[in-house]
């Protein structure tokens, strides 16, 4: 059974740091693509960051550019969001999410794994 599990998220001051983690179990990391996206209140979700199955490629949206890393742990089966210099406007309901093979950037359609999600809620 895929799963996804999210966790990290929290309340935080602008110009702080997170750090999320996405937990997954079901599947072999090596041959999945991740992607985070985030969902703020009264928005639709937006894809914020991902990274191909080898690491090689990465992209991310340019509001969060110089601010925002993703990575992971391939003997943890972990992959992990940095957040830091966080602002208001990057609050939301994080989540991460998987696809198999293929580098589909932030389409979302492509993503057929997701977690849960967690919530960051960033203070002025």
């Known amino acids: 059974q895929v799963q996804l599990v999210e966790s990290g998220g929290g309340l935080v001051q602008a110009g702080g740091s997170l750090r999320l983690s996405c937990a997954t179990s079901?599947?072999?990391?090596?041959?999945?693509?991740i992607g985070w996206f985030r969902q703020a209140p009264g928005k639709e979700s937006e894809g914020v960051i991902c990274?191909?199955?080898?690491?090689?490629?990465?992209y991310c949206i340019e509001s969060v550019k110089d601010r925002f890393t993703t990575s992971r742990d391939r003997a943890k089966n972990i992959v992990y969001l940095q957040m830091s210099n966080l602002k208001p406007e990057d609050t939301g309901v994080y989540y991460c999410?998987?696809?198999?093979?293929?580098?589909?950037?932030?389409?979302?359609?492509?993503?057929?794994?997701w977690g849960q999600g967690t919530q960051v809620t960033v203070s002025s």
């Open positions: 079901g599947f072999t990391l090596d041959y999945y693509a």
């Open positions: 999410a998987a696809t198999y093979g293929g580098f589909w950037y932030l389409l979302r359609n492509e993503y057929d794994n």
């Open positions: 990274m191909s199955r080898s690491d090689e490629k990465t």
